[in-house]
C-alpha cells in the first residue's frame, strides 16, 4: 500500500501562483510514477501532469508552459508548482501513484493509489 496526503491548495486571484505538495509513504516512492489530476464540479476528473522516476515530465496541453511537476525520490514527494492560474484551473486536485509500463499515464486506469484531494480555487 502506498499513502499519499496533498497540501497547499487554496483560495488565489487569477494569474497568482500555487504550489502543491503531496507526501508519500509505504512503499520505495521511485518505483512509482506520479501524477497530478483535477476534478472540477459536475466534470470528469481529468489528467494534469506525470513525472517518472527519472524526472521525465509529461504535461496537459491545458496547463503546458504554466505547471511545472516535479519529484524528490529521497523525501518522497511529488510536486506542482501552478503559475498564471486562471478561473478553469478550480478543482479538486488529486496526486496519484502507479507502477509498471504505463500505455498513456493520461488515463485514471493506469494508477494504483489516490490521494483524498486539496482544493484550489482561482477567482476572476
Known amino acids: 500500500q502506498v499513502q499519499l496526503v496533498e497540501s497547499g491548495g487554496g483560495l488565489v486571484q487569477a494569474g497568482g501562483s500555487l504550489r502543491l505538495s503531496c507526501a508519500a509513504s509505504?512503499?520505495?516512492?521511485?518505483?512509482?510514477?506520479m501524477a497530478w489530476f483535477r476534478q472540477a464540479p459536475g466534470k470528469e476528473r481529468e489528467f494534469v501532469a506525470a513525472c517518472w522516476s527519472g524526472g521525465s515530465t509529461y504535461y496537459a496541453d491545458s496547463v503546458k508552459g504554466r505547471f511545472t511537476i516535479s519529484r524528490d525520490n529521497a523525501k518522497s514527494t511529488v510536486s506542482l508548482q501552478m503559475n498564471s492560474l486562471k478561473p478553469d484551473d478550480t478543482a479538486v486536485y488529486y496526486c496519484a501513484a502507479g507502477q509498471g509500463i504505463p500505455p498513456t499515464v493520461k488515463y485514471r486506469y493506469e494508477y494504483n493509489y489516490w490521494g483524498q484531494g486539496t482544493q484550489v480555487t482561482v477567482s476572476s
Open positions: 509505504g512503499r520505495t516512492f521511485s518505483n512509482y510514477f
